[in-house]
T-cell receptor, first 117, second 111 residues
């Protein structure tokens, strides 16, 4: 099956610093990548949708200047949490849709656990 | 009201039991339906797609009722390893492709 990787798998940073999370599709080309956030005991919440070579579409309530998304190639998208605060601590998961698959299936990365101290 | 609603549980069942999860969705434009499984601190993993004709994969049976906007998952002969959160997931392509996750139903299977 299709594989999506994320790096880092976990990160601890100080308040006010920025953190970059990478999402890569390893064995397929992803037309679209999605970034989700999940707080403990809650469901995944879509933050933004990014298409290769174009600006990301952010969900309501998600600050685009705080969560910078870059989708420079068909296999890589990055999420940068700028000026992180403790309330940004969460589990960030990316997913990707395959260019060659007609179904609506998404492939998820293993997630990045961010802790802001 | 959430677009995808699930009973949060938890469901506590003994090994070997049969357990059923229900899910309802409110947007009639929904196109594809899935059950995902999520283990603690892990990413969701696709369990199975759901079709109107119903589909079965081993001990798991999924059913979709478009008229009632209702999705179900039946697990037979529960195993300890089935303990997880089961997410009902719906996709639609209105105003852009969207995937909507239910909040999940927690299952604990006890020995």
């Amino acid at each position: 099956g299709a594989v999506v990787s994320q790096h880092p798998s976990w990160v601890i940073c100080k308040s006010g610093t920025s953190v970059k999370i990478e999402c890569r599709s390893l064995d397929f080309q992803a037309t679209t990548m999605f970034w989700y956030r999940q707080f403990p005991k809650q469901s995944l919440m879509l933050m933004a949708t990014s298409n290769e070579g174009s600006k990301a579409t952010y969900e309501q309530g998600v600050e685009k200047d705080k969560f910078l998304i870059n989708h420079a190639s068909l296999t890589l998208s990055t999420l940068t949490v700028t000026s992180a605060h403790p309330e940004d601590s969460s589990f960030y998961i990316c997913s990707a849709r395959s260019l060659s698959v007609s179904s609506y299936e998404q492939y998820f990365g293993p997630g990045t656990r961010l802790t802001v101290t | 009201r959430k677009e995808v609603e699930q009973d949060p549980g938890p469901f506590n069942v003994p090994e070997g039991a049969t357990v059923a999860f229900n899910c309802t969705y409110s947007n009639s434009a929904s196109q594809s339906f899935f059950w995902y499984r999520q283990d603690c601190r892990k990413e969701p993993k696709l369990l199975m797609s759901v079709y109107s004709s119903g589909n079965e994969d081993g001990r798991f049976t999924a059913q979709l009722n478009r008229a009632s906007q209702y999705i179900s998952l039946l697990i037979r002969d529960s195993k300890l390893s089935d303990s997880a959160t089961y997410l009902c997931v719906v996709t639609r392509n209105t105003g852009g492709f969207k995937t909507i996750f239910g909040a999940g139903t927690r299952l604990f299977v006890k020995a």
